[in-house]
């Protein structure tokens, strides 16, 4: 089992920054594919960012590509999405999601991921 905490969240100006933290415990390992998604009022949950663990390789939504970077402490075992220039359509629940060392497009759909968070409000006002 894999525990994920995300942290960060809150209310920001459009054009501000947030980071958020995502931290892993339990069985983790260097093998993981670690991603990010965001779910907002009455739409289906969507891909944000993902990285590989190991090689720290980077895949990005691209409506964040440019924006947002994600990154990883492999010695606090802590991924983190440092997201800039927010736009009021980034407004969403943020989720952690932990899966299989899988890559490409398979990163972007939930069902490949095996563990989530609990997610954290990210709100962007205008």
């Known amino acids: 089992q894999v525990q994920l905490v995300e942290s960060g969240g809150g209310l920001v100006q459009a054009g501000g920054s947030l980071r958020l933290s995502c931290a892993a415990s339990?069985?983790?390992?260097?093998?993981?594919?670690m991603g990010w998604f965001r779910q907002a009022p009455g739409k289906e949950r969507e891909f944000v960012a993902a990285?590989?663990?190991?090689?720290?390789?980077?895949l990005y939504a691209d409506s964040v590509k440019d924006r947002f970077t994600i990154s990883r402490d492999s010695a606090k075992t802590t991924v983190y999405l440092q997201m800039n220039s927010l736009k009021p359509e980034d407004t969403a629940v943020y989720y952690c999601?932990?899966?299989?060392?899988?890559?490409?497009?398979?990163?972007?759909?939930?069902?490949?991921?095996?563990?989530w968070g609990q997610g954290t409000q990210v709100t962007v006002s205008s």
């Open positions: 999601a932990a899966g299989p060392p899988i890559w490409g497009s398979r990163c972007s759909d939930a069902r490949k991921y095996d563990y």
């Open positions: 339990g069985r983790t390992s260097s093998g993981y594919l």
């Open positions: 990285i590989r663990w190991s090689v720290s390789s980077t």
